[in-house]
């Protein structure tokens, strides 16, 4: 079975822009969740999608969003960009709901905002 | 809230033993994780705890305690390629697949 796949590997935009990132998940899984990993503040949770609607989301402002299509492939946008948007965002894909369900994760983009 | 702590670095030697630990403290614990994330790569699996004791497998093993919100990742046989980032995360009851993560350990293998 092919990986995680997330596109595209590497981005640079500048402030203000908007940056739209997408994943496709294993075949087969479901669950779509985002991170978004940064020397300061390591990993941290964005938001998990299951069968097209938002499950579960972290604390991050409203110009980080997502969606998930019919196929389980999700796309992540980000608004208005800020210099401490640069991170690297990783797409772990599950391949169901809750208790214990291992995540595997792509590659993942890395956005720098210049 | 959830609080996660495991060191910041650790040297080690090839044919070693190393052992990292990893603390928190959360409200519904429902399982920790153990992740090994090479430079530039993506986070990859290693050990899955939900139950007290040790989990073994092959070079790897993974202990919990829950009642001490305690887990280490031990490392046998250490060798030049283990030098990776090692990252503890926890998921909680009513959370779906969220995992949050500790700032991970960066362990430097030495010949």
């Known amino acids: 079975k092919a990986g995680v796949t997330q596109t595209p590997r590497y981005l640079i935009k500048t402030r203000g822009q908007q940056v739209t990132l997408s994943c496709s998940p294993i075949?087969?899984?479901?669950?779509v969740s985002w991170y978004q990993q940064t020397p300061g503040q390591g990993l941290q949770f964005l938001f998990e999608y299951f069968s097209e609607t938002q499950r579960n989301k972290g604390n991050f402002p409203g110009r980080f969003s997502g969606r998930q299509f019919s196929n389980s492939r999700s796309e992540m946008n980000v608004s208005t960009l800020e210099l401490g948007d640069s991170a690297l965002y990783l797409c772990?894909?599950?391949?169901?709901?809750?208790?214990?369900?291992?995540?595997?994760f792509g590659p993942g983009t890395r956005l720098t905002v210049l | 809230g959830q609080n996660i702590d495991q060191p910041t670095e650790m040297t080690a030697t090839e044919g070693a033993i190393v052992q990292i630990n990893c603390t928190y403290q959360t409200s519904g614990f429902n399982g920790l994780f153990w992740y090994q994330q090479h430079a530039g790569e993506a986070p990859t699996f290693l050990s899955y705890?939900?139950?007290?004791g040790l989990e073994e497998k092959g070079r790897f093993s993974s202990f919990l305690s829950r009642s001490k919100g305690y887990s280490y990742l031990l490392l046998k046989e250490l060798q030049m390629k283990d030098s990776a980032s090692y990252l503890c995360a926890v998921s909680k009851d009513n959370a779906g697949n969220m995992l949050t993560f500790g700032g991970g350990t960066r362990l430097m293998v030495k010949p």
């Open positions: 075949s087969g899984h479901r669950s």
């Open positions: 705890n939900v139950l007290d």
């Open positions: 772990a894909s599950t391949l169901g709901l809750g208790f214990a369900n291992l995540q595997f």
